[in-house]
């Protein structure tokens, strides 16, 4: 099973970006769960996922500007991210479940004037 996590880039304060993960290989009982982001010298912190009962939760930071999306048919998981602010540059990671975590291989936001 692969991730692949596209749509990062630069971008103004108050821009605006969609993050795309699409899943491939053996995807059969794959779960698409959640966008995770690393700014330098930060650890990995959790964004946006959904949760087990197929609600969404997001990280106090991004609530009210975020909005993560799935489209199980296409196996591809989306964050769309509104009135991006500087403190968002980071590398974005998507992840999902399968009997182990899979981790895709991070797409890079930068937010800057």
């Known amino acids: 099973v692969q991730l692949q996590a596209s749509g990062g880039g630069s971008v103004q304060p108050g821009g605006s970006l969609r993050l795309s993960c699409a899943a491939s290989g053996s995807i059969s009982g794959l779960s698409l769960r959640g966008w995770y982001r690393q700014a330098p010298g930060n650890q990995r912190e959790l964004v946006a996922m959904f949760t087990t009962t197929g609600s969404t939760d997001y990280a106090e930071p991004v609530k009210g500007r975020f909005t993560i999306s799935r489209d199980n048919a296409k196996a591809t998981m989306y964050l769309h991210m509104n009135s991006l602010k500087p403190e968002d540059t980071a590398v974005y990671y998507c992840?999902?479940?399968?009997?182990?975590?899979?981790w895709g291989q991070g797409t890079q936001v930068t937010v800057s004037s």
């Open positions: 992840n999902g479940l399968l009997r182990y975590s899979v």
